[in-house]
């Protein structure tokens, strides 16, 4: 059984950074990503890393802003979020995918934390 345990949020100012942990335990898979979720929004990509490669993928709207890095050691994949603006704001969520490669769907993805609250003031 896999757990993801996302911590790292909170409220931050336009312009400002936030570094999200995923903390995985149990047997998990080296496809991690990050999806968010606005209010009365559907869940959404953000991006996702491949442990064993390296390789990163990232949606438009988070490019050049946003990095996705790990610690294989601690099992723990990281969101750096920088120059964060309010539509940023969403509760993110890591996943683990049991695909290689780096999907973007929802449906690929077979394991899910219960998400941490990220807040930008404008």
């Known amino acids: 059984q896999v757990q993801l345990v996302e911590s790292g949020g909170g409220l931050v100012q336009a312009g400002g950074s936030l570094r999200l942990s995923c903390a995985a335990s149990?047997?998990?898979?080296?496809?991690m990503g990050w999806f968010r979720q606005a209010p009365g929004k559907e869940r959404e990509f953000v991006g996702v890393?491949?442990?064993?490669?390296?390789?990163?993928n990232y949606a438009d709207s988070v490019k050049d802003r946003f990095t996705i890095s790990r610690d294989n050691a601690k099992n723990t994949v990281y969101l750096q979020m920088n120059s964060l603006k309010p539509e940023d704001t969403a509760v993110y969520y890591c996943a683990n995918s049991k695909r290689w490669g780096t999907p973007a769907a929802i449906g690929e993805y077979d394991y899910w934390g219960q998400g941490t609250q990220v807040t930008v003031s404008s």
């Open positions: 890393l491949n442990r064993i490669t390296g390789i990163t």
């Open positions: 149990g047997r998990t898979f080296s496809t």
